[in-house]
């Protein structure tokens, strides 16, 4: 059975930040492409960060500079630096694991940015 279990959302200030967490089980995890997207309230779901098996890197341009992917295979775990959080980041941050054909999501963090 796969899993995936995001952790370490939570409420932080502006200027804030937090670490984001996937643990994943049930897959070969080194071969995945694995991915935080988030989905803020009547919004559609936006991809955030993504790591390859290689460990190359991409970012949403809203995210670039401040956010920060990476990936530790021995641990089966993806993590989301988030540095300098404003209010727009506010939004539920899920992770995906992809391969070919094979596409898993976590259950969603939520990430709430506010004074």
């Known amino acids: 059975q796969v899993q995936l279990v995001e952790s370490g959302g939570g409420l932080v200030q502006p200027g804030g930040s937090l670490r984001l967490s996937c643990a994943v089980s049930g897959i070969n995890f080194s071969i995945y492409a694995m991915g935080w997207y988030r989905q803020a309230p009547g919004k559609q779901r936006e991809l955030v960060a993504a790591i390859t098996s290689g460990s190359s890197t991409n970012y949403a341009d809203s995210v670039k500079g401040r956010f920060t992917i990476s990936r530790d295979n021995a641990k089966n775990t993806v993590y989301l630096q988030m540095n300098s959080l404003k209010p727009e980041d506010t939004a539920v941050y899920y992770c995906?694991?992809?391969?070919?054909?094979?596409?898993?999501w976590g259950q969603g963090t939520q990430v709430t940015v506010s004074s």
């Open positions: 995906n694991s992809r391969y070919i054909f094979n596409n898993y």
